[in-house]
């Protein structure tokens, strides 16, 4: 986090970093300090904006075409870092004849299929001969000036992003505009670099992915990857979310990017082809080897090369499993059991309403908390009870509370945005029966184990099989260094057998070694535990690698082979990072170089092995199957190769570029608890005039588990608001602290007023859009020293497809003075605007907001790619859907 | 002997000596964030009492309200727009210009010093003006060089501790609540309730209910060489403890960087010896005028008029005695 200090201008745009992240924004307070300028796009003004130089107001949802904008004007302009972009990104590689843009085709890119509502990326392939393609060396137009290069592709794509046209959109004035763009392209090349920072407010939309792929594209055009000061900050939702996505708490990944395989994929080698390629350049050519170091760390001497090293053992996905595909399964009531850990869907999950009750199907339920949070006492105090449409007689689910111990009463470790791991050790036993999660999963292996020790059914054999044999302390805890140690590896035979791996390098293909997350090898290199380092920056330089450890190989700034020119000589004096040292015939410099250690900048590559060795010495991008940072990415994302703008399904504005209203392969739940306003496609649109964004607070923490509960945290915000422009208010009659009711198409709840210069009315085109703001801390409950009603109950289960992240950040609803109905009265109120607005699934079957929208059927992920690139697989998988009417429209 | 403390410091001139710095807080308001982790720091470190009913304020993000018995770190939001932070602007250009004690370029010289020359006409292209700011600023006790409270106290339950602090030793307080108006900055309070949380199972009834009850400075941490608990939390540096000099360097460091930049609305709190309570202990940098954060813009001890009121006391005794003496002369005629 400390390199936000390096940079000359931080754009914070999709986040509220002072208040979601205060202590990290130490670093952004410092670079102010430096004299660094901090802009903050967001549309609402916050604790961030009151830090920062600038603030603009912005349109939920229009980033795209703010940020399309800022790369217009850099290509337009010439003001892109030319040299950087030349030698390090795709821009000069040709595209396949068959691609079509959306500037063609009307907001679509070529292969979409309107039955499925996906599509078929093999139109977005590189040109060239397909073994060469392979090997990384598509076709190439040095001059970039070839119609099919990408530099043109991406030139003609954004050619109508213009400062009107983000005026049109956004709601942003041309000054405002200037003021960005100019920021930006002063702060970036040799001298000065640039670095973006986003959260949620980018990740929770439908699109939120190409959103956070369009910074990426700018960065990599202004040259700000990979260097100091640069690159782009992705602020994560609370403490190791980076950790949960390394060793995954997701469904569809391993740990180490590597993917779940699918059903019917049952070859082991076409699996790890899949990820990477033996003869495709980079680091992912050594897929294999990562697979096989996990599956012999999971099933130690019963994974061998003879069993494809059980490979066998390992579930395979039949469709999408996240949250939401989950909870649709429980209302459909195919879902016995639940365990939940440190999460409260209950509050914290978009429909609210829909969450209770799926909880309520259950037979049993396991809840591990510090405190009765929402989802454990639901059945007896939630907003359902309190209308009549639940009763605890009714609800069959059976709930265990087993209390949790929180992180000063266990040790573990904590991996930041920046791959920086750190550990904790316990401070203080957990009290009473509160146990921490390790003990708790390992004892119940232990347990499942024991009962299992006769079976002889085959199914049985993949746990019977697992290596399940940790230390434990004289409280029962395991030993957490031990797992550790195991997700970094060691030698189990030869001459270091025992010994700890240095590094993933050390990986073998024989079944001579062991590893559980190859990116983490080296964290417990020579024994020692590496993330405990706690040198005070007082003693270290800048780079501090003796502060805790970051993934891979301690390297803290990633493809840091680009903050040196093509010949590997620095940028500037200024922003010197790595470099090629002549004299010694290595790379060095303040970091841990990323680039085979003496490969020379001038080395053109040896395109018949294969891996590191297949490398140039240009080609910085180690883990890019064609070693270039991807302004155009051919694979990997489900909606497009390049972003480009759609609107809200539930936006009152028609999409100024495309007749495509919305997001093509948007994925929902039909569902009559699950409408949508049809927005600007359908009359009905206006029943709901007004933008909500849902958002935290520095106060409380996400569902409010570990702020509500308490009283310190509660007096601080201790109650449910809302924020409001002093025209809206003004407008519809609103009181300063007063009561208000906000309606959605799903539910509705009350708020006090906050009405505030802080929320600013936007024009777009003729429209003025107020835009409402919503923490979503709050949901109802006894339990809680503070309660009330929760933003999520008004948020419907609307998915980006490349994520299945829920659209959180841009819906549509409308706002009355006073509190909402008690009682059957809520459900009325919510139905007699839904009769307005003209939905009523038996009366409108398109109910879920785009009429005219192409396309309702199964989620698929595209074919595969012959440049299927390294990164991590499409949460989607291939199969038939499990889901009874899930559509993806 | 004046009541009021001299060039020594209030530590030294209590009989502590001079073997510690008087220690003391620099809250630098331009780079807090508003996080309130001072408040919860400060109550966790200390167990103090929730304040409030748990219902909105109806100040911006403020819900605390105020310093008192249970709060002593209070972060206060001000909301202001364009034609306010341009008043700010001149006014603490201003402050420049009439040669204010404590505003100034390092080479002004001495602190409390005039610095060289006006100022207000070097150009210095200012940042962009913002249309609209959310103004944050954590307050605490001051520590006054002269404090009100420790000079009225009947009981000598309030001390100068040998860092230079002022301390309520809440098992001599006897409640009588004298020191709470002796307070110009209405700091210090009775506290009338003794929970912690409403879940809290107590055994016994906290003591320290009904006595004098502010901010320690953290006299327990600083004894075992700690720093206070807001200091430590704070993840900005906006509040930093340290010693009281060099504090105050900092803070005019600070402030002639602010108005090189054309920041000339930043101005400091409390670092004036000459001021109406001696200076305080804990200073701020603010960005506005002291009112607009809830401050007293004047702040005068309550005491400080005390020899002179004994002496005009005196004096008008002596001139009763002379007249109703000379009137029992008259009468002997």
């Known amino acids: ?889 | 002997m004046s009541l009021l403390a001299g060039e020594e410091g209030p530590a030294a001139q209590s009989g502590w000596g001079h073997d510690h710095e008087r220690k003391g807080f620099f809250t630098d308001t331009s780079i807090c964030i508003g996080c309130k982790a001072c408040e919860v720091a400060c109550k966790e470190w200390n167990r103090n009492p929730i304040d409030g009913n748990l219902e909105i304020l109806g100040s911006s993000y403020d819900n605390t309200g105020a310093l008192g018995a249970n709060t002593w770190r209070h972060v206060a939001f001000v909301e202001q727009g364009r034609e306010r932070i341009e008043e700010a602007r001149e006014s603490g250009r201003k402050l420049v210009s009439l040669g204010m004690p404590g505003i100034g370029p390092k080479s002004s010289g001495a602190r409390g010093a005039t610095p060289a020359g006006d100022l207000s006409q070097v150009d210095r292209t200012p940042p962009d003006t913002p249309e609209f700011r959310w103004l944050m600023s954590s307050d605490v006790c001051k520590h006054c060089t002269n404090a009100g409270c420790l000079d009225v106290c009947p009981t000598g339950a309030i001390f100068r501790s040998e860092f230079g602090s002022v301390v309520v030793q809440q098992d001599v307080c006897n409640g009588c609540g004298t020191c709470v108006s002796a307070c110009p900055f209405g700091v210090i309070e009775r506290r009338d309730d003794g929970t912690v949380s409403p879940f809290a199972v107590r055994e016994e009834e906290d003591p320290r209910r009904g006595t004098a009850s502010k901010c320690t400075l953290c006299y327990d941490r600083l004894v075992d060489g700690e720093e206070p608990a807001c200091s430590a939390t704070c993840p900005t540096q906006s509040i930093t403890f340290g010693d009281h000099p060099d504090l105050a360097e900092d803070a005019k460091q600070r402030v002639a960087d602010l108005h090189a930049r054309g920041m000339t609305e930043a101005r400091l709190y409390g670092t004036n010896p000459k001021d109406g309570v001696g200076g305080t202990g804990s200073v701020f940098l603010l960005l506005d005028e002291p009112e607009v954060y809830g401050l007293p813009p004047d702040p005068q001890v309550p005491t400080k008029s005390l020899p002179k009121t004994y002496a005009r006391t005196g004096l008008a005794a002596a001139g009763m005695v002379a007249a109703v003496a000379l009137s029992f002369l008259g009468a002997r005629r």
């Open chain 1, 1 to 889: 986090m400390q390199d936000f200090a390096n940079a000359d201008l931080i754009v914070i745009e999709g986040s509220n970093m002072a208040e979601a992240h205060p202590v990290a924004f130490q670093w952004v307070i410092e670079a102010r300090k430096r004299g660094a300028r901090v802009i903050h796009v967001d549309p609402r003004f916050t604790r961030t904006s009151a830090n920062a130089d600038r603030h603009i107001p912005i349109r939920t949802g229009t980033d795209i075409v703010l940020l399309g904008g800022v790369i217009r004007h850099v290509l337009e302009n010439e003001l892109y870092f030319k040299e950087y972009v030349q030698a390090y990104t795709n821009a000069s590689t040709l595209i396949s004849e068959e691609y079509g843009d959306p500037e063609d085709l009307d907001g679509l890119f070529s292969g979409y299929d309107p039955e499925t509502g996906t599509y078929d990326d093999s139109t977005w392939a590189y040109a060239g001969d397909p073994e060469q393609i392979a090997r990384g060396l598509p076709e190439r137009d040095e001059t970039l000036q070839h119609p099919r290069t990408v530099f043109q592709i991406l030139r003609r794509h954004y050619a109508r992003y213009t400062p009107q046209m983000v005026q049109d959109t956004c709601g942003i004035s041309p000054e405002d505009f200037e003021y960005l763009a100019t920021s930006i392209a002063e702060n970036s090349g040799r001298e000065r670099t640039t670095m973006f920072a986003y959260a949620l407010g980018w990740t929770q939309h439908q699109g939120g992915a190409q959103m956070i792929r369009t910074s990426g594209i700018l960065q990599l055009l202004m040259g700000n990857v990979g260097r100091p000061g640069g690159g782009i900050m992705a602020l994560r939702g609370h403490a190791t979310i980076q950790g949960s996505t390394d060793i995954p708490t997701l469904y569809h990944i391993l740990p180490g990017y590597l993917p779940m395989p699918k059903a019917g994929q049952d070859d082991f080698a076409e699996y790890t082809r899949g990820i990477g390629k033996k003869e495709q350049k980079g680091f992912w050519a050594n897929a294999d080897v990562y697979a096989i170091n996990l599956l012999k760390a999971w099933w130690g001497e019963h994974a061998s090369a003879e069993n494809d090293w059980g490979f066998h053992n390992l579930p395979r996905l039949t469709g999408a499993h996240g949250t939401y595909q989950t909870l649709m399964r429980m209302l459909e009531g195919d879902v016995d059991g639940y365990f939940l850990f440190g999460q409260n869907p209950a509050v914290g999950s978009a429909n609210g309403r829909m969450q209770r009750l799926g909880l309520s199907n259950l037979k049993w339920m396991v809840v591990r908390d510090f405190y009765m949070i929402e989802s454990a006492t639901f059945w007896k105090d939630g907003p359902e009870v309190e209308s009549g449409e639940l009763s605890p007689e009714q609800i069959g689910t059976e709930m265990f509370f087993l209390p949790a111990a929180n992180h000063t009463e266990k040790a573990g470790s904590f991996t930041q945005t920046q791959r920086m791991v750190q550990w904790r050790d316990k401070a203080v036993e957990p009290p009473g029966d509160a146990r921490s999660d390790l003990e708790f999963m390992y004892d119940l292996g232990r347990r499942v184990l024991a009962k299992l020790a006769d079976s002889t059914d085959p199914r049985d054999r993949p746990l019977l099989d697992l290596t399940w044999d940790y230390p434990v302390d004289e409280h029962g805890d395991p030993d957490a260094e031990a797992v550790l140690a195991e997700i970094n590896g060691r030698h189990i035979a030869g001459e270091k057998a025992g010994q700890p791996l240095a590094s993933f390098g050390e990986m073998k293909d024989d079944g001579t070694t062991i590893g559980g997350c190859w990116i983490y090898s080296g964290v417990y290199a020579d024994g020692v535990n590496r993330a405990r380092k706690r040198t005070p920056g007082q003693e270290q330089d800048e780079t501090a690698a003796d502060w805790g450890w970051a993934w891979p190989a301690n390297r803290r700034i990633l493809y840091n082979r680009a903050s040196a020119d093509p010949e590997g000589r620095p940028w500037s004096e200024r922003k010197k990072w790595v470099w090629w040292d002549e004299e010694s015939g290595t790379w060095t410099g303040k970091d841990v170089p990323d680039f085979p250690a003496t490969k020379r900048p001038d080395d053109p590559g040896d395109p018949s092995k294969g891996g590191a060795a297949a490398l140039a010495g240009t080609d910085a991008f180690i883990m890019q199957a064609d070693g270039r940072g991807w302004l155009f990415a051919p694979t990997g994302m489900v909606d497009g190769p390049m972003p480009t703008h759609y609107e809200s399904p539930e936006s009152n504005i028609r999409n100024p570029l495309y007749a495509q209203q919305s997001n093509p392969t948007r994925v929902t739940f039909r569902d009559e608890d699950n409408l949508s306003s049809p927005g600007a496609m359908g009359a009905g649109g206006e029943v709901y005039p007004y933008v909500f964004t849902t958002y935290r607070i520095t106060e409380h923490h996400t569902a409010g588990g570990m702020s509500r509960f308490l009283p310190y945290l509660s007096e601080l915000q201790p109650e449910m608001y809302c924020e409001v422009s002093p025209e809206l208010a003004e407008e519809i009659g609103l009181e300063p602290y007063g009561w208000a009711t906000i309606i959605s198409a799903r539910n509705a709840i009350e708020a006090k007023v906050l009405v505030t210069e802080r929320m600013t009315p936007l024009r777009v085109g003729e429209r003025t859009v107020h835009q409402i703001g919503l923490p979503f801390h709050w949901g109802r409950g006894s339990e809680a020293v503070v309660q009330g009603d929760g933003a999520n109950d008004l948020i419907g289960m609307n998915l980006d497809a490349n994520t299945q992240i829920q659209n959180s950040k841009n819906n549509s609803c409308t706002i009355i003075p006073g509190r909402r109905p008690r009682g059957a009265g809520r459900a009325e109120l919510v139905e007699a605007y839904r009769r307005r607005a003209g939905l009523i699934p038996e009366l409108h079957p398109q109910v879920d907001g785009a009429d005219g929208a192409p396309g309702a059927g199964p989620v698929t992920e595209g074919t595969p790619h012959p440049m299927r690139g390294p990164e991590e697989a499409s949460a989607v998988p291939t199969g038939e859907p499990s889901m009874k009417e899930m559509r993806n429209r």
